[in-house]
């Protein structure tokens, strides 16, 4: 049992990757002849009809196994060194015990050297113990690192989230304070949507007014703050002209904001502009307030970044 539960340790600490240790090609090399040595001796033990008695062999091809698998993952830690030093011991011990039986077997004489051995397989079986123990806690040890380390990254992924919460509140806080007459604030599933209306702009001008840059100076100090999400600026027109010119018009007027937040410091990486003509009303174009609330430039936050396809 102790032995399993040991082996069940070592199997979970081997699941972190030492794909960078150099791999030692001289031990596996040892104990690839550890291996053969056991081979050889079990046939030599099978003709004799005492194998079954070799209890420590199976044990032994174990310990090779779990050895190679440590210094092929991480070479130069002291748990390789250990895996490897048992496994010589181990083997040396089964090697032992094959030699022990087939004295015992094949003359009985040899008694008193039996004896000798059986004391050495004892001492060998304590310094395997030893080892065991030193083994175990190593294994505890690293595994106890790893789950602090998987603490302390969760901890600071929370604070992460919370800050980021906190942030987009107040983010949320001082947009709101923009809304006027002509700047309106909302949310839908994008994110939050700040709607300006063209009054801000000259009649089927693309130029911004002294309003429109002030109020988008402001905009430009939040996201400066709020730094994380993506932001979608989006020209809309009503229906009076045609598709062609609305087109050009909603386009302009959206690449004149967006350049207007980079000039106030907003990274031109977070900023994408389009125009939609007048495909995407929000109010009936056959009245003229319907008309004045689709002529609007809307800046979009994307809580998320796929929301830009929507």
């Not at 033990?45 to 209890?55: L, N, S």
């Not at 430009?220 to 600026?233: C, D, F, N, S």
């Not at 389009?274 to 936050?301: C, M, Q, W």
């Amino acid at each position: 049992m102790k032995f399993l539960r040991t082996s069940l340790m070592v199997i979970t600490l081997l699941s972190v990757s030492w794909a960078d240790e150099p791999v030692s090609s001289e031990r596996l090399q040892q104990l690839d002849n550890y291996r053969e040595q056991l081979d050889a001796a079990y046939q030599k033990q099978t003709k004799i009809g005492a194998t079954h008695e070799v209890d420590l062999y199976p044990l032994a091809l174990a310990r090779i196994a779990l050895a190679k698998t440590w210094i092929e993952k991480k070479a130069g830690s002291p748990v390789a060194q250990d895996a490897f030093e048992t496994a010589g011991l181990v083997t040396e011990m089964a090697l032992l015990q094959f030699r022990v039986l087939e004295n015992r077997v094949i003359t009985a004489s040899l008694k008193e050297q039996t004896l000798f051995a059986l004391k050495e397989l004892s001492a060998v079986h304590e310094q395997i113990n030893q080892l065991e123990r030193s083994y175990a806690a190593r294994v505890k040890q690293e595994l106890e690192k790893t789950q602090q380390a998987l603490d302390h990254a969760q901890h600071a992924l929370d604070q992460t989230q919370e800050e980021l919460i906190r942030t987009k509140a107040e983010a949320d806080r001082r947009f709101r304070e923009l809304e006027s007459e002509l700047i309106s604030v909302r949310q839908d599933a994008r994110g939050t949507i700040i709607s300006m209306s063209d009054i801000l702009f000259d009649v089927n001008k693309v130029t911004l007014t002294p309003d429109l840059k002030i109020n988008l100076a402001k905009i430009a100090g939040i996201l400066m703050v709020y730094r994380e999400p993506k932001v979608l600026i989006e020209g809309h027109t009503d229906n009076t002209g045609t598709d062609a010119y609305n087109q050009k018009l909603s386009e302009a007027r959206a690449a004149n904001v967006m350049n207007y937040l980079i000039e106030n410091g907003v990274s031109a990486e977070r900023l994408s502009a389009r125009g939609y003509s007048f495909h995407r009303p929000v109010a009936d174009n056959r009245t003229a307030e319907g008309r004045r609330k689709n002529r609007r430039v809307d800046l979009v936050i994307l809580d998320n970044p796929s929301g830009a396809d929507q």
